[in-house]
């Protein structure tokens, strides 16, 4: 995974201000901020349950996350889904979450040759806006067009993929990944199957 936050297109603001979603129960707010102050600040976002942190090192986090979960697993009491992104992008409309988020996940097709993988969408805020379905199946199919074009196909599996490329929104902006079957079985509270 990058370190590097890679925005796409231009923005007023930029959308470094968080690389990582992390989503809680309330109560454990608390306790999970705590927990991840040597990365960074937590901070609630609009949306319940749903908090973001932004860390110098996306790697060098998930790493050592990873580490501190199997020294402790109790850390996960506190937080439901801890999820570094490698790209970060904003938009205004779904005709531009598209095609930013198409530009992004295409970056993935070297690592997908000849792999089964899917995209993961999960949404917060734009109900009526962004259609969860539509656009999952939307990257799937770009992604298998440049397969195809590319001369190596992939293909769509929905159980025990290769790869798998979430994205998540908190309002306006998107975060994009990409995650192999390895990583998701060894950090599963990245949540994104």
Request: charged share 25%; proline share 6%; aromatic share 10%.
């Amino acid at each position: 995974m990058s370190s590097e936050i890679n925005p796409v297109g231009q923005s007023e603001r930029p959308p470094a201000d968080w690389n990582v979603l992390v989503t809680l129960a309330e109560p454990t707010y608390r306790a999970a901020r705590n927990l991840l102050a040597r990365w960074g600040r937590l901070k609630r976002t609009e949306y319940y349950n749903v908090a973001t942190i932004a860390v110098a090192d996306t790697a060098s986090f998930l790493q050592e996350f990873g580490a501190a979960v199997e020294q402790s697993p109790g850390i996960l009491n506190a937080m439901s889904h801890v999820v570094p992104f490698e790209h970060l992008f904003e938009f205004k409309d779904a005709a531009e979450f598209e095609t930013k988020a198409r530009e992004i996940a295409l970056t993935y097709v070297p690592r997908l040759i000849g792999k089964s993988f899917h995209v993961r969408l999960h949404r917060r805020g734009l109900k009526g806006t962004i259609s969860t379905p539509t656009e999952e199946r939307f990257l799937d199919e770009a992604m298998l067009g440049a397969l195809a074009a590319a001369g190596s196909p992939g293909r769509i599996s929905f159980e025990d993929p290769d790869c798998v490329l979430p994205i998540e929104t908190v309002g306006q902006r998107g975060g994009l990944a990409l995650w192999t079957r390895e990583e998701l079985k060894r950090y599963p509270f990245l949540g994104a199957v």
